[in-house]
T-cell receptor
Framework: QQQVKQSPQSLIVQKGGISIINCAYE??????FPWYQQFPGKGPALLIA?????SEKKEGRFTISFNKSAKQFSLHIMDSQPGDSATYFC???????????FGSGTKLNVKP | NAGVTQTPKFQVLKTGQSMTLQCAQD?????MSWYRQDPGMGLRLIHY???????DQGEVPNGYNVSRSTTEDFPLRLLSAAPSQTSVYFC????????????FGPGTRLTVT
């Protein structure tokens, strides 16, 4: 059973639009929630991360919204660009360990 | 700084063969992990290590062995390859403690026939 559920599986957005990817979890022992970006043929790279004591974190055009009571977090990409076309993974870490659980991934296609 | 390196980049094995996927990092990271990536499944943790001489199992450890004799290297051994192990394998490393960012290698694409 997947510890982190991610949706949608794929997403098409027009250039300049907002891309939104959602993740949900059950394990309240998770204490760190990163988002990774992966381009074809490459390894994932950290995009932005949040801890559960913060409800929102913004870095440039990328924002994580975190809802601790609902056990959900989401990635918002503002002013989406064709260069943002990639696969995005959410993840969560179990507190006290270095074990990360990943979502199933969202393939984003930003159309020019 | 080469970061995290993995070899080989591609490999084809026959069922029952064994092999070792190599992973090395030059960032003096304590934590290293192996993941497999399959379509629609995201990345799943196979084994991880919190330092030289210390390893532990992840979500999908069966059929794989690891050891960590140095801080830099973390090889993954397939004991008797099976078609179900066809996947893309990624090695990752991080400092540990409060520094949790994982740095991923470029991956090894393995096909078992």
């Amino acid at each position: 059973q997947q510890q982190v559920k991610q949706s949608p599986q794929s997403l098409i957005v027009q250039k300049g639009g907002i891309s939104i990817i959602n993740c949900a979890y059950e394990n309240t022992a998770f204490d760190y929630f990163p988002w990774y970006q992966q381009f074809p043929g490459k390894g994932p790279a950290l995009l932005i991360a949040i801890r559960p004591d913060v409800s929102e974190k913004k870095e440039g055009r990328f924002t994580i919204s975190f809802n601790k009571s609902a056990k959900q977090f989401s990635l918002h990409i503002m002013d989406s660009q064709p260069g943002d076309s990639a696969t995005y993974f959410c993840a969560a870490r179990a507190a006290g360990f270095n074990k990360f659980y990943f979502g199933s991934g969202t393939k984003l296609n930003v159309k020019p | 700084n080469a970061g995290v390196t993995q070899t080989p980049k591609f490999q084809v094995l026959k069922t029952g063969q064994s092999m070792t996927l190599q992973c090395a990092q030059d960032m003096n990271h304590e934590y290293m992990s192996w993941y497999r990536q399959d379509p629609g499944m995201g990345l799943r943790l196979i084994h991880y290590s919190v330092g030289a001489g210390i390893t532990d199992q992840g979500e999908v450890p069966n059929g794989y062995n690891v050891s960590r004799s140095t801080t830099e290297d973390f090889p993954l051994r397939l004991l008797s390859a099976a078609p179900s192990q066809t996947s893309v394998y990624f090695c990752a490393s991080s400092y540990g403690g409060s520094l949790l960012e994982q740095y991923f290698g470029p991956g090894t694409r393995l096909t078992v026939t």
